[in-house]
């Protein structure tokens, strides 16, 4: 069975292909198909309500599953900041060396047993005929010092869980312990309930 993933990040469709894959499910991006979506505002307060806005919008646009996820991560510290914002907590959308840049200035002298966060991902699939699967996963850990490590995307050379970054970490071991990984495990015995 196809569905569309409201999403243009490549590196979000790679994990959702390799999770899902397994039960028969064709992920593929509008863009794939040939289409261009819609924008979407982002305007939920939650990263359920964010990615049920891109789900919903995608499902009606092309009546077909659609499945989209909301992702961040949340740092005890800051109050749970950068949360819902963490793509754009520079100011500047999707730019990771900035984002990076400014969470390591807002942890400036905080000591690691003050450096707790955790990722977040909420996944939300609607199809046409109007069932919806909500499913949220998270990943706990620390943000490091320094970046370390070139793999994944996002904050993942600064989130570090056991003391290795996720910067480090493979593909098939980050999905394993990530929040994405957790949520689309999650999604995927939801799925099976209804398929």
């Known amino acids: ?33 040939g289409i261009a979506l819609s924008e979407v505002e982002e305007n939920g307060k ?10 919903s919008a995608a499902c009606k646009e092309l009546n077909m599953p659609a499945i989209a996820d909301d992702s961040g991560l ?3 510290y800051l109050n749970g900041a ?3 914002f963490s793509a754009r907590f520079s100011g500047e959308h999707g730019n990771d060396e900035k984002n990076n840049d400014l969470l390591l200035e807002k942890l400036s002298g905080v000591p ?7 990722y977040v991902c909420a996944i939300c699939c609607i199809f046409p005929d109007g069932r919806e699967i909500t499913v949220r996963g998270e990943c706990h850990g620390n943000i490091g010092f320094e970046r370390d490590g070139n793999e994944g995307f996002g904050y993942d050379p ?3 869980i056991n003391g290795k970054s996720f910067g ?3 593909a098939a071991e980050k999905d394993k312990i990530s929040h994405r990984g957790n949520a689309l495990r999650a999604f995927a015995e939801e799925l099976k309930k209804i398929l």
């Open 112 to 118: 690691m047993e003050k450096r707790t966060a955790y």
């Open 74 to 76: 949340c740092v005890d």
């Open 158 to 160: 600064l989130f570090l």
């Open 168 to 170: 480090r970490y493979t």
């Open 1 to 33: 069975m196809d569905f569309i993933l409201a999403t243009n990040n490549m590196k979000k469709l790679a994990e959702m292909q390799r999770i899902l894959s397994p039960l028969g499910v064709n992920v593929v991006t509008a863009k794939m198909l």
């Open 82 to 84: 950068p949360g819902i």
């Open 46 to 55: 939650t990263f359920e309500e964010n990615a049920r806005i891109k789900a």
